[in-house]
């Protein structure tokens, strides 16, 4: 079992940065993509970041050339660097990571969430 601990919200001010951290552990297999996703109140949870395991990378297109999304394999860390926040971007921040399991069955795995408000 995957367990995932995030770190790094808070309340900004629009224009200011954050860097969102996600430490993986408890795997027993290679962690294949690695993910952030937000959910704005009263909004679905939608994808901000994806890296896959080889480095491809792919953003929603409201975060494009603000956030960057890097990964430590050796820490099974994953980071979200926010820059030019906006108060739009102003929800929960969750963590998400496959995992690839016995004979290559991905499974997925889900941080708790942390808060990120920006203020206008």
């Known amino acids: 079992q995957v367990q995932l601990v995030e770190s790094g919200g808070g309340l900004v001010q629009a224009g200011g940065s954050l860097r969102l951290s996600c430490a993986a552990s408890g795997s027993r297999g290679r962690l294949n993509a690695m993910a952030w996703y937000r959910q704005a109140p009263g909004k679905q949870r939608e994808l901000v970041a994806r890296m896959t395991s080889g480095g491809n990378t792919n953003y929603a297109d409201d975060v494009k050339g603000r956030f960057t999304i890097s990964r430590d394999n050796a820490k099974n860390t994953v980071y979200l660097q926010m820059n030019k926040l906006k108060p739009e971007d102003t929800g929960v921040y969750s963590c998400?990571?496959?995992?690839?399991?016995?004979?290559?069955?991905?499974?997925?795995?889900w941080g708790q969430g942390t808060q990120v408000t920006v203020s206008s």
């Open positions: 998400n990571v496959w995992e690839v399991g016995g004979l290559g069955i991905l499974n997925p795995y």
